[in-house]
């Protein structure tokens, strides 16, 4: 991939995951900076991952091509303010992987022309298989795109939008549905331990046959969703007896409604993010 000076402005948990990625792919380790307040996080980045780790945000932002903002959604608009006036900043590409954060934020707050993608990676980003859907309009260049491509690859697949709104449905389909697949096996657990299962032997049951089901699905990739599961379901079977129960109680109305309450939390964050700036 491109090698360009990168700088993370915060080290949490997703930056964590995005720098091992990248080093793992080859990556210049001379060329990350991580900027943290925490002296704890930035020796943990310097001493055992072997990047540059600075407190200082502006010195960060000002020797980067590529500034990463990777803090919590609420700390964005200080942050945004503290590198208020970087110089060249409109050379510069943003990468910004808070939730409910929109562009026009950003450009209100650093400069009307900045280059910005949001990015919308999801949980097992921390573990190289995530998915992140990515966002940018046409200030940003195709070559711009092309890393922040190859950046999201190094921790899993990536998805493109079209339009800004759509992050907001990734979020949806996506960046909480590790939440709700987790909710699933969380369930199947506490039937399996009232059963009379140890929860370490009812969580590997589980587990292999989640696993078993991707695996079922990516061999099988002609096949729909519900073809598989009619595949598995035969009239008057165990399964067939247990679906009927999830279509009684309305498990998709219900996956409807619940993926409608993650978009519009989403939508809600943008406005509040947004009068925050102003108030
Ligand atoms: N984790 C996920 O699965 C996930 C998924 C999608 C999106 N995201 C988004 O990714 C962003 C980061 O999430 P995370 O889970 O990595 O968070 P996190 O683990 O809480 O890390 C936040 C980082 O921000 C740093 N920080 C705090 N104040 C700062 C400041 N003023 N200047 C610079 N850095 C500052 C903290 O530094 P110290 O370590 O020194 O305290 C910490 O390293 C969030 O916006 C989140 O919504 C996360």
Redesign the pocket.
Known sequence: MMQRKIAF????????AIISGLIASGYDKKLITV????E???TRFSQNVGVLATAD?VKAASEADVVVL????Q??R??CD?LKGITDIDQKLFLT???GTAVQLYRDILSPNLKIIRI????P??VGEGVSGLFADDKTSAQDKAFTTDLMSAVGKVVWVEKETEINHVIAIA?SAPGYLFLFLEAMQEKAVSLGFQPEQARELILQTAKGVVALAEYEQDLGFNQLRANVTSKGGTTFEALNVFDKKGLKPTVDEAMQAAIDRAQSMEIEFSLAKKS
């Open positions: 402005i915060g080290g949490g948990n997703m930056a964590a900027s943290a307040p925490s704890k996080t930035r945000n990777a803090v919590k959604p700390l964005m200080e942050v503290g992987i808070a939730a919308m990676p999801n949980t980003s921390l960046g």
